[in-house]
């Protein structure tokens, strides 16, 4: 199992390449499922989550070509031979529940594992499944998989309310309601970027939609929808993360493609913390503005609040900030998984219940830590870059999940890191 050693090494400076995000990736690619003609995604990341969602659909049949060295996706559903998500596939990425949606629409029946728990909390799909209901699916819940079907094999329009807002779930009812018959519209819907980077492939194969970015979202089914080409939006957590490199090091890093409206109450943050985000015509240019950076308080919550997704890096700035900050996790229930694999390294902080309590210490100590999940495991590395000493990050499968090219991106900056193979 591969680990990462990095060895503190004062300022960083340089540009840094952002990536097309996952989590847009992931909800792109199922809805290849919602038509026979060919959707070409391109600014694909070239992540394991990738790969693991290509697995699940080729296993449904579609055909999934990785092109250009990964960056171009060619998926095409026109011979689906399966609509089973096997559990084998599902139980590695909780993403795989996409599929039931646009498999559901298009051909009246799916059968999907039920994802089951992760790391960061009990994470249920009670919402999607609801949401299906809603547009008149019958589910059977038996084997620990759903067993879905459309009553004469269409799905109807519905009025879905969202007790909360899930992005998952927006995104199975959006393209779930892009075949029904009728109109759909979602309410307390998920505003992030990867529901309008949605709604946006989906107009352009064909599907009437209105409202994303919003809380509502209006569908207008239509009988079939055709192929498109499309990019995949910037990865704003990959964002956010490489913009606390100065910030967490000293030095200016221009995060290349990166835009503020991606990550604007972040950015706020980071100002409010001393720590300077400017617009230019290549990317985001960070750096702090003076000195030490001061603590600030910070809550997760649904974009445009501040993304829950970001917690565990900030909270790496926050260890060596000068005060004490408190960062409330509003969305999951336990994520505060690296705050003891912090504490290793010399950080104080005091977590209860949703609630950490940091106070920041002149200088972390290197130490070798373990990676407990994907975002807890850069933050480690944000750390040890900032800490005195080595850091030995183990258990990266983490974070090859979602960052590529983590060594080659931070090196470029003048980061000491490297790929330990035990
Ligand atoms: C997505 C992102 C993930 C991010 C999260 C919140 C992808 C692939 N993953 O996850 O990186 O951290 O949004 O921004 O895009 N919930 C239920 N029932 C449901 C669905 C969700 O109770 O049916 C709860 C979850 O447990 C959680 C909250 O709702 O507490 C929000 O989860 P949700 O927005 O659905 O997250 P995901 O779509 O799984």
Same mark, same amino acid.
């Given at each position: 199992?591969?680990?990462?050693?990095?060895?503190?090494?004062?300022?960083?400076?340089?540009?840094?390449?952002?990536?097309?995000?996952?989590?847009?990736?992931?909800?792109?690619? +199922?809805?290849?499922?919602?038509?026979?003609?060919?959707?070409?995604?391109?600014?694909?990341?070239?992540?394991?989550?990738?790969?693991?969602?290509?697995?699940?659909?080729?296993?449904?049949?579609?055909?999934?070509?990785?092109?250009?060295?990964?960056?171009?996706?060619?998926?095409?559903?026109?011979?689906?031979?399966?609509?089973?998500?096997?559990?084998?596939?599902?139980?590695?990425?909780?993403?795989?529940?996409?599929?039931?949606?646009?498999?559901?629409?298009?051909?009246?029946?799916?059968?999907?594992?039920?994802?089951?728990?992760?790391?960061?909390?009990?994470?249920?799909?009670?919402?999607?499944?609801?949401?299906?209901?809603?547009?008149?699916?019958?589910?059977?819940?038996?084997?620990?998989?759903?067993?879905?079907?459309?009553?004469?094999?269409?799905?109807?329009?519905?009025?879905?309310?969202?007790?909360?807002?899930?992005?998952?779930?927006?995104?199975?009812?959006?393209?779930?309601?892009?075949?029904?018959?009728?109109?759909?519209?979602?309410?307390?819907?998920?505003?992030?970027?990867?529901?309008?980077?949605?709604?946006?492939?989906?107009?352009?194969?064909?599907?009437?939609?209105?409202?994303?970015?919003?809380?509502?979202?209006?569908?207008?089914?239509?009988?079939?929808?055709?192929?498109?080409?499309?990019?995949?939006?910037?990865?704003?957590?990959?964002?956010?993360?490489?913009?606390?490199? +100065?910030?967490?090091?000293?030095?200016?890093?221009?995060?290349?493609?990166?835009?503020?409206?991606?990550?604007?109450?972040?950015?706020?943050?980071?100002?409010?913390?001393?720590?300077?985000?400017?617009?230019?015509?290549?990317?985001?240019?960070?750096?702090?503005?003076?000195?030490?950076?001061?603590?600030?308080?910070?809550?997760?919550?649904?974009?445009?609040?501040?993304?829950?997704?970001?917690?565990?890096?900030?909270?790496?700035?926050?260890?060596?900030?000068?005060?004490?900050?408190?960062?409330?996790?509003?969305?999951?229930?336990?994520?505060?998984?690296?705050?003891?694999?912090?504490?290793?390294?010399?950080?104080?902080?005091?977590?209860?219940?949703?609630?950490?309590?940091?106070?920041?210490?002149?200088?972390?100590?290197?130490?070798?830590?373990?990676?407990?999940?994907?975002?807890?495991?850069?933050?480690?590395?944000?750390?040890?870059?900032?800490?005195?000493?080595?850091?030995?990050?183990?258990?990266?499968?983490?974070?090859?999940?979602?960052?590529?090219?983590?060594?080659?991106?931070?090196?470029?900056?003048?980061?000491?890191?490297?790929?330990?193979?035990?």
């Amino acid at each position: 199992m591969d680990s990462i050693l990095v060895k503190g090494n004062g300022a960083l400076s340089g540009a840094i390449p952002i990536a097309g995000a996952k989590n847009a990736c992931l909800t792109l690619m +199922p809805a290849t499922l919602l038509s026979d003609e060919p959707l070409t995604l391109t600014n694909a990341p070239r992540l394991s989550d990738i790969a693991t969602m290509t697995q699940l659909l080729q296993s449904l049949g579609a055909e999934v070509a990785s092109l250009q060295d990964g960056l171009v996706l060619a998926l095409s559903s026109h011979s689906i031979t399966n609509q089973k998500a096997d559990y084998d596939i599902v139980r590695k990425m909780r993403a795989s529940i996409l599929v039931l949606g646009p498999m559901l629409a298009r051909y009246g029946h799916a059968v999907v594992s039920l994802p089951g728990g992760c790391a960061i909390g009990a994470r249920p799909v009670d919402l999607h499944l609801k949401a299906l209901e809603a547009m008149g699916a019958e589910l059977d819940l038996r084997d620990g998989y759903v067993h879905a079907k459309a009553p004469g094999g269409r799905l109807k329009g519905a009025v879905v309310e969202f007790p909360f807002v899930s992005v998952g779930a927006t995104e199975n009812a959006l393209m779930a309601a892009t075949l029904a018959k009728g109109t759909s519209v979602l309410k307390n819907a998920a505003r992030e970027p990867e529901i309008v980077d949605l709604a946006r492939c989906l107009r352009k194969m064909g599907a009437r939609i209105e409202g994303e970015g919003t809380g509502e979202i209006v569908i207008e089914g239509t009988d079939r929808l055709h192929g498109a080409t499309h990019p995949v939006v910037t990865d704003r957590i990959e964002l956010g993360t490489y913009m606390l490199v +100065p910030a967490i090091c000293g030095g200016e890093v221009e995060c290349l493609g990166g835009t503020l409206d991606l990550v604007g109450a972040f950015a706020e943050k980071l100002d409010a913390a001393g720590v300077s985000v400017t617009q230019t015509n290549r990317g985001l240019k960070v750096a702090r503005k003076n000195g030490r950076v001061q603590a600030v308080n910070v809550t997760t919550e649904p974009f445009p609040g501040f993304p829950t997704d970001l917690q565990a890096q900030m909270m790496a700035l926050l260890c060596t900030a000068e005060g004490t900050s408190v960062l409330e996790e509003k969305i999951f229930e336990n994520r505060f998984m690296h705050a003891p694999e912090l504490m290793r390294m010399g950080a104080r902080i005091d977590v209860h219940g949703g609630t950490a309590t940091v106070t920041g210490v002149d200088r972390l100590k290197g130490a070798p830590v373990m990676a407990t999940d994907l975002r807890a495991s850069v933050s480690l590395i944000l750390a040890g870059l900032a800490a005195e000493g080595e850091t030995l990050v183990s258990r990266v499968y983490h974070l090859d999940r979602g960052y590529e090219r983590v060594e080659e991106k931070l090196r470029a900056c003048g980061a000491q890191i490297e790929r330990v193979s035990a």
